[in-house]
């Protein structure tokens, strides 16, 4: 591998796929980035992800800018040749208690109203596109346009891409320090004493990115949530052809949440969560193990709804841990250190937004027009990373 | 229904460490516990025949396996065989929680105050041109088919035993004993007598065994290829023929001196063992490389058997590879103290445990020079196409994990995300070896590539076993 450089003009602190995008976009506006990772590209959050990208139950306030961020998935995959599994295999919500039913129609009708092709499904049509889904639901959206990708490849392809592009990637290269003189960003010095000096520097590591940000004595509120996810050994191709997820009455993950999708290599992957346990800050920092609870609770609900699958195996088992802000949105945009940036805050769906958030930051910190007025305008008043007061 | 037991001490593995621990442990005191997930107790070492009129009935280590079982057993020990420990964690008391799938169905939660790990060593494949070729087996897997079953390999043809190290002659008197005719014995170090006679002359209790391998390598009538290698298993659509060649000074295999060996029904091909961490590993204890001792170990202290995390000992192969009597000295020693700790004693007896301790020392310094003359070969001096399967159960080629590594790869477990290698049903036991070995041609120290920690469920384990498991030991918390 190369050195590292003593000048850039941008440094991403964050090699996962928030990093990368934002990597990649900076090198498509000719900002030539660093990006430095502590570990591996993409082998934290990024790998644990189920990387959905849909718009459905995410909020009809930023609805525009996840309709138009799934749309640059879509795009990235068709100009790339889709090396990374990107598949539009359509989103079941289903709904086991009958007073749920009302939350899925009005998902449904505000988003038809913003121009969706979701609708809802009698459990007899739900079995028609999903047909091992005979569990007891009495009723489930369906949102056809939501795919997935390959979080490992899809990650893998940005870095790539990114590179081809002019940027320059370094892995195993923790940041020890941000270097500020009179308010402003100067460089980043690394584990191994190096300094790299710049203009600019994203901070785009996830849950640990409050870590950095308090470098420069700015204070995020950002805090790490465990999550977790289990797969199946191998079962033959479509033995599930969607992506499977709860209606929830306030979407996201807040309330709990249920995803369950086959992925390309054939491992059923399915989670449940529905009582949040609280994470301690330094939970991120060590290697965790699912909980027992989780994994009884997921089994049962995977079972529950697909009684078929009754006898698969277990295969493995993860941990990640989502960045969570106040309100359930990124922040994305400057902080009061001139030329330091944030683009943290997945809440646990970073990967569908990536692409958007990452051309978002480009047009903030190059000045040139990477989305329509409109959205940035719209992400500008989302993402501001000041609307929850002074972060210094 | 799931079994519930609660112990003061539980072994993994009945093989010679984890009978030795067991019974130690008992003898301690102790109420104990030691699971195996074979059919009887005695581990790869003691493999017990599945047949009476077995050739390997009355064998030394088949009977001393049995004592070994019955001593403990006479000891208080309860052995539960068929029993796959797929899940340890640590409970909120400093002790123990295990979860098991007993007889392929049934669920299994232990509690334990301590616990010892003797899970053995598993063989450490390393691919050559078509070693995915059915036909193509471990030289211990070709062991356990002699002692059980039938005692015949399962399909005709010559029989070819190639790899480097002991153990392979200890597979070709297998053969001899079993009356299975080997025809090929190929081992890619050349003999030393000299330092093998200064070995045995520091040794000199393990001379009989040395000359009983080396008559029963003769007896076992193969031809014999010392300093050579298998260069190629070649076949349509299973193993037909076999390719060997010298080794030159340099260390790799001569291609003007290949030589083709027809009719091959079984290519048996060890190159030496790696400890099975995932317990250990799991648990987060340390763990160091050492080529010596197979690769990543479970790091104890040779006094007590203690690991870094309190509670948990290691014995045996677990702890670095060094065959049955430093498995079965560092068994009563992590025993013994593995039963004080969870009774709350002060360690146990000085008088006892100290002699084992020098003991174990020795033992461990023949295993170092065993090792130092096979020195164990980090990858095999062969190029392989670009289109060999490295990881069998994803089906990863060698141009991917290559790909993988000049896209900024750099550990196993960067590997693992890009190409899949390692996240199949063996978790990375069997590519593990050659992933590192790719790194190495990269610049990435093995010390420096890690390897896959493992996670639940430590094999695949049916859903509604782990749910029953986990569920009851939700339940005891």
Known sequence: MSALPRTAEVIVVGGGVVGLATALALAEAGLAPVVVEAKSFGGAVTGGSLAGIGAHMHGLPEYDLMRAACGLWRDLATDTGNPFEYRAQGQIGFILDPRDVASGETWVREERALGADCRMLTPAEASEVEPLLTGPIVAATFAPDTATVNPFLAARTLLRRACEKGARAFEHTPITALTVEDDRIRGVQTASGERIAAAHVVLAAGPWTANLAAMANVALPLVPRQAQCLASVRQPPDTLRRVISAVEDAGGVNSGYTQIQQAQSGQILFNTVTAPTATPPEAKDQIREVPPGFVVESIDMLLRLFPALAQIELLRSWVRFEAVSPDHRFLAGPLPVAGLWVCAGDNGSGYCRALMLGRYMAGRIGGGASLPDALIEQAGRLYDPARFGEVA | ?477
């Open chain 2, 1 to 477: 229904m799931t079994a519930r037991l609660h112990v003061d001490v539980a072994v993994i593995g009945a093989g010679p460490g984890g009978l030795a621990a067991a019974r130690a442990a008992a003898e301690g005191g102790a109420r104990v516990v030691c699971l195996d997930l074979f059919a009887a107790a005695g581990g790869q070492y003691h493999m017990q025949p599945t047949q009476p009129e077995s050739r390997f009935a009355q064998t030394p280590q088949v009977l001393s396996g049995r004592d070994a079982a019955r001593a403990a057993r006479s000891a208080g020990v309860e052995i539960l065989t068929r029993t796959e420990v797929f899940w340890v964690a640590g409970t909120e008391d400093g002790g123990y929680c295990l979860s098991a799938c007993q007889a392929g169905a049934e669920a299994l939660s232990i509690r334990a105050t301590t616990l010892v790990v003797a899970s053995g060593a598993m063989e450490r494949p390393l691919p050559f041109p078509g070693w995915t070729l059915p036909g193509v087996i471990g030289a211990g897997a070709a062991q356990r088919l002699l002692k059980t079953g039938t005692g015949a390999l399962p399909v005709p043809g010559k029989a070819v035993l190639a790899g480097s190290g002991p153990f392979l002659m200890a597979v070709a008197q297998t053969f001899a004993k079993a009356g299975q005719p080997l025809a090929h014995f190929v081992e890619y170090r050349r003999p030393n007598p000299r330092a093998t006679a200064r070995l045995l002359a520091r040794h000199l209790r393990k001379l009989a065994e040395a000359f009983g391998l080396l008559r029963d390598l003769r007896r076992s009538g193969a031809e014999r290829h010392f300093g050579h290698i298998v260069t190629r298993a070649l076949g349509k659509d299973r193993l037909e023929a076999v390719e060997i060649a010298p080794i030159d000074a340099s260390g790799r295999p001569d291609p003007a001196r290949v030589q083709r060996i027809e009719g091959v029904g079984t290519l048996a091909i060890g190159y030496g063992f790696q400890p099975v961490t995932d317990v250990t590993a799991a648990l987060g204890a340390d763990h160091g490389f050492d080529p010596a001792l197979g690769g990543w170990h479970c790091i104890v202290d040779p006094a007590t058997g203690a690991s870094s995390r309190p509670g948990l000992y290691a014995a045996g192969e677990v702890s670095g590879i060094g065959g049955a009597s430093p498995a079965r000295l560092s068994g009563r020693i992590a025993g013994s103290h593995a039963a004080a700790a969870a009774l709350g004693r002060a360690a146990p007896d000085a008088a006892i445990v100290a002699p084992l301790a020098a003991e174990l020392a020795a033992a461990r310094g023949f295993a170092r020079g065993l090792a130092a003359l096979y020195p164990p070969l980090p990858d095999l001096p062969l190029d392989l196409a670009p289109d060999e399967v490295l990881c069998r159960c994803e089906d990863v080629t060698l141009a991917e994990v290559r790909a993988a590594v000049a896209d900024g790869a750099r550990e196993t477990f960067a590997v693992k995300m890009w190409t899949r290698a390692g996240m199949g049903p063996c978790q990375g036991r069997i590519c593990g070896a050659a992933i590192a070995a790719e790194l190495r041609r990269a610049g990435t120290r093995p010390e420096a590539a890690g390897f896959n920690r493992p996670h639940l469920p430590l094999r695949p384990t049916p859903l509604p076993v782990v749910r029953a498991a986990l569920a009851a030991e939700r339940g005891s918390t």
